[in-house]
């Protein structure tokens, strides 16, 4: 059993179920509803036997490999694998998804079309976390996309059509720019490859380094996404229905971090020194705006959008922090977030469902009549703000102690990026707390015409569960973290020791080589021991 192909049965299960449903007997969508639950139940429950019993987590290299030839003409091969790093996302993608099934539970127009799209983005975001083959993972990277424009623009808001069209645009575009760096990745060289541990491999010179790297940062930096590159985010959740916003959210933007430690990280760990200290600037610069911009939105769905652009600045700063456990806490940021994320935009769905607005000034008063949502709307902003004991708390800090423990930057950079970025988590609890009080508390007396409590109805069993089934984990998480942490511990730490192994060459060709006339993207060092320093940034090559 060990050499059954694993990956490629939980990545082609649900794209056959997809392709079964056309001539599924079904008039009113129920039965295809529970036929798509059951898909991504039973695939769900594969990749958690297989990751049980065929995984050794303690082992940092590739496992459960599959490498076959697809298309030899282009070099493509059908190439799989998971380490540290893929298998507990993988792991997200399948809960996110079947919990998503069972939130469109009363999806009733076009039901084929609707389910069939969710599985097929669902074997899409399995084959970017499992693809090894850098034209492989482009595939399955540009195939995510169509399922999710198509689900907000068929199944959107008001402004559905605006907000799909708005997120091709964004990505499809951005997704250029990985094509770009990966074909001059493997072209270079005396021999063609689009594997990706042979591209690791490869003696690139840095000035291709820098060049595949920047392409490679423009391309997740918008699916992740980073300032200024957002503007898409807020727009698609907004339109977007609960289910596809779960998706979105909890899944869709993990995509972009994993990509820049499984591609900028690992295998171009020259040009990321460069790189690193803007990304802890731009982390910064996502955390305060997302949490100030949060605060002007009176659409409940784009204050949950900001609330996400600010909590990747999380994961951008871990990634540049130069340390195990700064990687660690990226990582760690990812799962969380998803698991947090999903649970309030399902939460959002929900209220939503009963008062048929997503403007909060329409609100108000709902705690007295729906006291289970209110309880369970609760606790997922008290994990989103990093209470402690919730899984958001250990990856925020686990970060802040990643950074402040970086022997690669001065102490005073370090002590600005902590500060700025306190201040953010300070304005968390301020406009989730506000969200919350604008929702469930309050007379209601103004709008007390256009909504009838009286008709307003609490959350369902089938809704509590699939709360429950996000909260369980997000506070088994923060009261024990070697829940999550111990499935990636090995590789995150082999990721950070392959980038500070780099930094000796990298003082090395500092001296030889100046590419920049000094400033953020090349500053001047003596030692791998003080890489940035902010009087630094000012500095001549």
């Given at each position: 059993?060990?050499?059954?192909?694993?990956?490629?049965?939980?990545f082609?299960?649900?794209?056959?179920a997809?392709?079964?449903i056309?001539?599924?007997?079904?008039?009113?969508?129920?039965?295809?509803?529970?036929?798509?639950?059951?898909?991504?139940?039973?695939?769900?429950?594969?990749?958690?036997?297989?990751?049980?019993?065929?995984?050794?987590?303690?082992?940092?290299?590739?496992?459960?490999?599959?490498?076959?030839?697809?298309?030899?003409?282009?070099?493509?091969?059908?190439?799989?694998?998971?380490?540290?790093?893929?298998?507990p996302?993988?792991l997200?993608?399948?809960?996110?998804?079947?919990?998503?099934?069972?939130?469109?539970?009363?999806?009733?127009?076009?039901?084929?079309?609707?389910?069939?799209?969710?599985?097929?983005?669902?074997s899409?975001?399995?084959?970017?976390?499992?693809?090894?083959?850098?034209?492989?993972?482009?595939?399955?990277?540009?195939?995510?996309?169509?399922?999710?424009?198509?689900?907000i623009?068929?199944?959107?808001?008001?402004?559905?059509?605006?907000a799909?069209?708005?997120?091709?645009?964004?990505?499809?575009?951005?997704?250029?720019?990985?094509?770009?760096?990966?074909?001059?990745?493997?072209?270079?060289?005396?021999?063609?490859?689009?594997?990706?541990?042979?591209l690791?491999?490869?003696n690139?010179?840095?000035?291709?380094?820098?060049?595949?790297y920047?392409g490679?940062?423009?391309?997740?930096?918008?699916?992740?996404?980073?300032?200024?590159?957002?503007?898409?985010?807020?727009?698609?959740?907004?339109?977007?229905?609960?289910?596809?916003?779960?998706?979105?959210?909890?899944?869709?933007?993990?995509?972009?971090?994993?990509?820049l430690i499984?591609?900028n990280?690992?295998?171009?760990?020259?040009?990321?020194?460069?790189?690193?200290?803007a990304?802890?600037?731009?982390?910064?610069?996502?955390?305060?705006?997302?949490a100030l911009?949060?605060?002007?939105?009176?659409?409940?769905?784009?204050?949950?959008?900001?609330?996400?652009?600010?909590?990747?600045?999380?994961?951008?700063?871990?990634?540049?922090?130069?340390?195990?456990?700064g990687?660690?806490?990226?990582?760690?940021q990812?799962?969380?977030?998803?698991?947090i994320?999903?649970?309030?935009?399902?939460?959002?769905?929900?209220?939503?469902?009963?008062?048929?607005?997503?403007?909060?000034?329409?609100?108000?008063?709902?705690?007295?009549?729906?006291?289970?949502?209110?309880?369970?709307?609760?606790?997922?902003?008290?994990?989103?703000?990093?209470?402690?004991?919730?899984?958001?708390?250990i990856?925020?800090?686990?970060?802040?102690?990643?950074?402040?423990?970086?022997?690669?930057?001065?102490?005073?950079?370090?002590l600005?990026?902590?500060?700025?970025?306190?201040?953010?988590?300070?304005?968390?609890?301020v406009?989730?707390?506000?969200?919350?009080?604008?929702?469930?508390?309050?007379?209601?007396?103004?709008?007390?015409?256009?909504?009838?409590?009286?008709?307003?109805?609490?959350?369902?069993?089938?809704?509590?569960?699939?709360?429950?089934?996000?909260?369980l984990?997000?506070?088994g998480?923060?009261?024990?973290?070697?829940?999550?942490?111990?499935?990636?511990?090995?590789?995150?730490?082999?990721?950070?020791?392959?980038?500070?192994?780099?930094?000796?060459?990298?003082?090395?060709?500092?001296?030889?080589?100046?590419?920049?006339?000094?400033?953020?993207?090349?500053?001047?060092?003596?030692?791998p021991?003080?890489?940035?320093?902010?009087?630094?940034?000012?500095?001549?090559?």
């Amino acid at each position: 059993m060990a050499q059954f192909p694993w990956l490629t049965a939980i990545f082609l299960l649900p794209l056959v179920a997809a392709a079964l449903i056309p001539i599924i007997p079904d008039r009113d969508g129920k039965t295809l509803r529970w036929y798509a639950l059951g898909v991504g139940i039973i695939d769900f429950a594969l990749m958690v036997i297989t990751f049980g019993q065929h995984y050794n987590f303690a082992d940092s290299s590739f496992q459960l490999v599959e490498q076959y030839p697809w298309v030899p003409q282009l070099g493509l091969n059908w190439s799989l694998a998971v380490d540290g790093l893929s298998a507990p996302l993988i792991l997200l993608t399948g809960l996110v998804n079947v919990l998503a099934i069972a939130a469109a539970w009363n999806v009733s127009r076009k039901p084929r079309l609707f389910y069939s799209l969710i599985l097929v983005l669902l074997s899409a975001q399995i084959g970017v976390f499992a693809a090894q083959d850098l034209l492989l993972f482009f595939l399955m990277w540009e195939v995510e996309l169509v399922p999710v424009y198509l689900l907000i623009s068929i199944w959107g808001g008001p402004k559905r059509q605006y907000a799909a069209t708005k997120f091709i645009l964004y990505t499809a575009l951005a997704s250029i720019f990985i094509l770009v760096s990966g074909l001059t990745m493997a072209f270079w060289g005396d021999r063609i490859t689009f594997d990706m541990a042979e591209l690791g491999a490869k003696n690139f010179p840095i000035a291709l380094e820098l060049f595949a790297y920047a392409g490679f940062l423009i391309a997740f930096g918008v699916k992740l996404p980073i300032f200024p590159v957002h503007t898409w985010l807020p727009d698609a959740h907004g339109e977007a229905s609960a289910p596809v916003s779960m998706i979105l959210a909890g899944v869709l933007l993990k995509m972009g971090g994993y990509a820049l430690i499984r591609l900028n990280v690992e295998v171009l760990p020259n040009a990321h020194i460069y790189f690193a200290p803007a990304l802890v600037i731009l982390g910064v610069v996502n955390i305060l705006y997302g949490a100030l911009t949060a605060f002007a939105q009176d659409n409940l769905k784009r204050r949950l959008a900001c609330s996400s652009i600010s909590h990747m600045g999380f994961v951008l700063i871990g990634i540049a922090s130069f340390t195990e456990v700064g990687l660690n806490g990226a990582v760690l940021q990812m799962l969380s977030h998803g698991l947090i994320a999903a649970m309030l935009f399902f939460l959002a769905g929900v209220t939503y469902e009963r008062t048929h607005t997503l403007s909060m000034e329409k609100m108000g008063g709902l705690a007295k009549v729906m006291p289970k949502t209110f309880a369970l709307f609760t606790a997922g902003s008290m994990a989103s703000l990093a209470l402690p004991g919730m899984s958001g708390f250990i990856g925020e800090l686990t970060v802040f102690i990643g950074i402040s423990s970086s022997d690669a930057y001065s102490d005073s950079f370090k002590l600005v990026v902590v500060l700025l970025s306190a201040v953010g988590l300070i304005a968390t609890p301020v406009y989730l707390l506000s969200m919350l009080r604008r929702i469930f508390y309050g007379d209601n007396r103004e709008t007390q015409a256009e909504f009838d409590l009286n008709t307003w109805f609490d959350a369902k069993p089938r809704e509590i569960i699939i709360t429950a089934c996000l909260l369980l984990p997000i506070v088994g998480i923060g009261f024990y973290p070697k829940l999550a942490t111990q499935t990636y511990d090995v590789k995150t730490t082999e990721v950070a020791s392959v980038v500070r192994n780099a930094l000796p060459v990298f003082a090395q060709q500092r001296q030889q080589n100046r590419l920049f006339s000094g400033g953020l993207f090349a500053p001047d060092i003596t030692s791998p021991q003080t890489l940035l320093g902010v009087a630094d940034l000012g500095k001549g090559a």
